[in-house]
C-alpha cells in the first residue's frame, strides 16, 4: 500500500512517517520547501518527498500527490506563532481536507482512507456528545476568538456532515488526542468512542508517540480500521 502524510514535518507528522517505515508501508509526504527532515526519513528508499503547501496545489497537482493512494494520515496545524495563529490560511486544515476528499471523488483509482488528527476540544455533536455549560462557554470564546481552535471544528465537521458515511469512494476516522505531550518511546494507551475527561476541566494527556502509533495503525490494520471507521476515537495514556 501507499500512505500519503500531510505536515510530515511536524512534531506529530514526522513520528508518523516513522511508524509507516517501520512498518515498510510505501510513503509519500508533503512538506513545505524549507522544511528539515530527519535522516532517517530522507535516507529511507520507503519514501517518497513532495514540496510544497497543499492549498497552492492545482487540480492536476492534487490528481499527481494522490496517485496511487490507498489512505491520507492529516497532522496538518498551524504554527505556534502569531503569524501562523491569526494569518493566513485561515483554514488550512478544513481546505485540505476538502481538497483531498475533491481529488478522490474525481479520480478513476483506488477508495482512500483518510485520518485526520483533530483534538478532543471538538464535540462530536453527531454522537450525542454534549458540553457542560461551563465548556460551552470557553469553547464559543475559542471558536470566536481562536482561528487554529475553529480551524479544527471545520476540518472534523466536513469529514462528518459533508463527507458523511455514504460517500462511495471515501472512509475516515478524525482522531482525537488530549493535551499532546513528548515521549520517545511508546507506553500503553487507551481509545474510547467518546471522551471520558473533560478537554477544559480535566484534561488528559496523549504523547505524540502513541497518537502516531494508532493513526499508522488503522491504515494498516483492516480490523482496527473497520472498528473505528467514520468515528472520532479519544485517545489517552493510560
Not at 520507503?46 to 492545482?58: A, C, M, P, R, Y
Not at 482512500?112 to 458540553?131: C, G, R
Request: hydrophobic share 40%; charged share 25%.
Amino acid at each position: 500500500m501507499r500512505v500519503l502524510v500531510l505536515g510530515a514535518s511536524g512534531a506529530t507528522g514526522s513520528l508518523v512517517v516513522r511508524q509507516l517505515i517501520r512498518r515498510e508501508i510505501q510513503t509519500r509526504i508533503l512538506i513545505r520547501k524549507s522544511a528539515v527532515l530527519p535522516e532517517e526519513v530522507l535516507e529511507s528508499p520507503l519514501v517518497e518527498t513532495v514540496k510544497g503547501s497543499i492549498n497552492d496545489l492545482g487540480q492536476s497537482e492534487m490528481d499527481k500527490l494522490l496517485e496511487n493512494c490507498d489512505a491520507v494520515i492529516s497532522c496538518l496545524g498551524h504554527n505556534i506563532s502569531l503569524k501562523g495563529m491569526f494569518g493566513k490560511p485561515r483554514y488550512l486544515v478544513r481546505d485540505a481536507m476538502r481538497s483531498v476528499c475533491e481529488t478522490a471523488e474525481r479520480s478513476a483509482g483506488k477508495n482512500v482512507k483518510i485520518v485526520l488528527m483533530s483534538t478532543t476540544a471538538y464535540t462530536n455533536t453527531s454522537s450525542k456528545e454534549k458540553n457542560s455549560l461551563g465548556e460551552r462557554i470557553i469553547f464559543s470564546l475559542l471558536t470566536l476568538l481562536l482561528p487554529p481552535h475553529r480551524d479544527n471544528v471545520r476540518a472534523a465537521d466536513f469529514l462528518i456532515r459533508d463527507i458523511g458515511r455514504s460517500n462511495k469512494r471515501i472512509e475516515w476516522v478524525a482522531v482525537r488526542p488530549d493535551t499532546l505531550t513528548h515521549s520517545d518511546v511508546e507506553s500503553s494507551y487507551e481509545v474510547f468512542e467518546y471522551r471520558v475527561r473533560s478537554p477544559i476541566f480535566n484534561a488528559g494527556k496523549t504523547s505524540r508517540i502513541n497518537v502516531s502509533h494508532f493513526m499508522a495503525e488503522l491504515v494498516t490494520d483492516d480490523r482496527l480500521w473497520n472498528k473505528w471507521l467514520f468515528k472520532t476515537p479519544t485517545v489517552y495514556d493510560k
